[in-house]
Nanobody, 126 residues
Framework: QVHLVESGGGSVQAGGSLRLSCAAS????????MGWWRQAPGKEREGVAR????????YYDQSVKGRFTISQDKSKNTVYLQMNSLKPEDTAMYYC???????????????????WGQGTQVTVSS
């Protein structure tokens, strides 16, 4: 069973930066799709960025392209989300998720992801 633990959330002013971490344990498959989703109060959970752990493929939602960067440290089974130029609309609970990868494509459908962390809050003030 894959276990995910997020960290790094907090409060920051608009224009600031934060880096989220997602540490995974219990990996048994050769490669996973791992990614970040966020959910603001009263809104649907939406995809932010995904990464294929078996290679270097990354995918971003249009709203964060150019501002957020997803990366991984394979030796630590950890995925990071570097968030720059933060906006108040980025305020949400951020969740890490993973699923066994059939290939390098990692989709944004949250229902495809089997393993979820507990979430970490990001608050951006104007």
């Amino acid at each position: 069973q894959v276990h995910l633990v997020e960290s790094g959330g907090g409060s920051v002013q608009a224009g600031g930066s934060l880096r989220l971490s997602c540490a995974a344990s219990g990996y048994t498959y050769r490669a996973y799709c791992m990614g970040w989703w966020r959910q603001a109060p009263g809104k649907e959970r939406e995809g932010v960025a995904r990464i294929y752990t078996g290679g270097s493929a990354t995918y971003y939602d249009q709203s964060v392209k150019g501002r957020f960067t997803i990366s991984q440290d394979k030796s630590k089974n950890t995925v990071y989300l570097q968030m720059n130029s933060l906006k108040p609309e980025d305020t949400a609970m951020y969740y890490c998720a993973a699923v066994e990868a059939g290939g390098s494509w990692c989709g944004s459908d949250k229902y495809e992801y089997k393993y979820w962390g507990q979430g970490t809050q990001v608050t951006v003030s104007s």
